[in-house]
């Protein structure tokens, strides 16, 4: 014969009360140590306060009212009306110059973006053995091009267009053409001299982060492995150089994907806006014209909702490929 399993009364049973859950003392308890936490760092608290008020006002609030904006019809003129995902229908499906400013877009940030990222980390990890003096003028010499005021006349003259343009020219004398090529006017170049230039432009702050990353390295490490077995310098790089500098490579890396996906003034200013058959056109040209040419806000803001969610994934799996590091 089986058995017999007898079920056992519960407390609540046995008692008659309800037994309470313990959740409501846990949250309490981290809730007062929290608290605790706060109260005796107050000092720092108060010294952040004003950066936190500031980045809430003006960049917090400014996403959410964006976000909320792009579900709504907003001319500026008139309260805004919600619509619901019409934008964002309207967006993929009916405007195609929006889909040629994606692709545009994709495709400057994929080559644009990993070949300046690793040329700001290759530039800053060869001079950062040079001497002191030599360095910091090869700093200089390589980040002037990214305050450079006069960029868009420099590469006009490089591109223009007739016999007096430096590639026409050259082309010429050389054989190689027989007719000016149209450089800005021709759909096939100007993406192409888009990237050129934002390449030309990429040793910027990451460069400089690079640098400082790599002063701050403890060279106790190296001796340290060497002793664990460390044998060359490519070995160094992976295993010690790279993990001392993670922050400075998330911060470069930030940089880099803003920079990739938020290009706009390059193309307007050396292109033209719009450009030819929207060869140059990217996401932000997009949003500019509907943002501050024909003041659809809701409509601009759901451009700037999609762009902003693709740079926020872009963030989190370079984030995790720069977790893998050193692995």
Not at 305 to 327: A, P, R
């Amino acid at each position: 014969m089986k058995p017999q399993i007898t079920e056992q009364p519960s407390a609540a049973a046995v008692t008659g009360t309800p037994v309470r859950s313990r959740k409501g003392p846990v949250i309490r308890a981290k809730l007062s140590r929290s608290w605790g936490l706060m109260k005796q760092n107050k000092h720092a608290y108060v010294l952040m306060a004003p950066y936190f008020i500031l980045f809430i006002t003006f960049t917090v609030v400014p996403v959410l009212l964006s976000l909320v904006l792009s579900f709504t019809n907003f001319n500026l003129l008139e309260p805004p009306k919600w619509i619901g995902w019409q934008n964002y229908a309207r967006l993929f499906v009916q405007d195609d110059v929006f889909l040629i400013a994606l692709k545009n877009t994709i495709l400057f940030a994929a080559i644009t973006g990993p070949i300046s990222y690793v040329a700001c980390f290759l530039f800053a990890w060869l001079i950062n053995e040079l001497p002191p003096k030599l360095r910091a003028m090869l700093t200089l010499v390589l980040y002037a091009p990214s305050i450079a005021g006069n960029t868009y006349l420099i590469w006009n003259l490089l591109f223009a267009s007739d016999s007096y343009g430096f590639a026409n020219s050259f082309l010429i004398n050389w054989g190689f053409i027989m007719e000016p090529i149209q450089w800005m006017q021709d759909p096939k170049y100007v993406l192409m001299i888009l990237i050129l230039v934002q390449l030309w432009l990429s040793l910027g702050t990451s460069f400089l982060a690079f640098i400082a990353g790599l002063q701050n390295v403890d060279r106790t490490m190296y001796e340290a492995g060497a002793i664990d077995g460390i044998r060359n310098r490519w070995q160094e790089l992976w295993f010690i150089t790279l993990p001392a500098m993670r922050p400075q490579l998330m911060f470069g890396a930030v940089i880099q994907i803003a920079s990739a996906f938020s290009v706009a003034e390059i193309s307007i200013y050396l292109i033209g806006f719009p450009s030819v058959d929207y060869a140059a056109h990217t996401i932000v040209t997009h949003l500019v014209d509907y943002g501050t040419i024909r003041f659809e806000m809701g409509y601009a803001s759901a451009i700037a909702t999609v762009l902003f969610s693709i740079m926020l994934g872009t963030n989190l799996i370079t984030q995790k490929l720069l977790g893998k590091v050193g692995e």
